[in-house]
């Protein structure tokens, strides 16, 4: 198997399950040294009580023939990111690829209501607007903090690759709070992109498909989803292997749409359209 990462470093925040891991996974299996940050630690509380540590997933990019390493952060703490980019600097010398994929809007949600009892796609005048904070605080803001220590470096060395795990916006998300906060992350990466690309530096977005993640296996709707949390990895690598991944900065790319155009497949070897939502008539 080719290693088309080998040499690279790369960044992923919100790694310790669901996508994230997904896309540790997928950078792994292209050779990459990948550092794997989130909250949840075997030494450390976890979210929600779950079981999945950012441990589990240094360990299975290290199965996937990368090189993990692990690092708790908080990445709603600027001060914690800058520590966290300041330590990678520090010990590996660059970063080649930083990646976004951290999200806590479901943090509560048991598969039917959210905390505070609203169910998805419950009109928003019938719900209160102080669960909204908590979805651009967990997605959208995250992402900023992450750019901003990351781009230092990245526009120093004139390259690298900087991705925010969001969900494609052209149509309405179907509940108004989710689809604010993607369509803020999907603007965040446009924005960026503006900055960065004179710098040599692509910013773009990735919108995965409905993923089946721990937290969707939980809520019994596994047979929903169209895809692995690895398809997004494979995208992920598919674009930091690309030598001409700057003309596409500033887009929201589908992981379906990147698996037509590198050629790779999920894990069970499907090679699943681009997601999209069906509403009824």
Known sequence: MTRPLQG????????????????????????????????????????????????????AVDAAGGEGHHYLCDHTSERQVDELVHWALRRFGRIDVAVSSVWGGNEGYDGERYPDGATWGTPFWRRSAEPFSGFLGTGPYPGLLLARAVAPAMVSAKSGLLAFVSFGTEDYLGDLYYDLAKSVTNRLAF?????????????????????????????????????SPLYAGRALAALAADPDVLVRAGTILHAGDLAQAYGFTDEDGRRPERFRIVRDA
């Open 8 to 59: 690279k470093v790369c960044l992923v925040a919100g790694a310790s399950r669901g996508v994230g891991r997904g896309i540790a996974r997928g950078l792994g299996e292209a050779g990459a040294t990948v550092i794997v940050t989130a909250r949840s630690s075997e030494t450390g509380r976890r979210t929600e009580t779950r079981p999945e540590t950012i441990e589990d997933t240094a360990r």
């Open 191 to 227: 924005a960026c992109a503006a900055e960065l690309r004179p710098h040599g530096v692509c910013a773009l977005g990735l919108s995965p498909g409905f993923v089946a993640t721990e937290r969707v296996r939980d809520a019994g709707q596994t047979e929903m989803a169209t895809e």
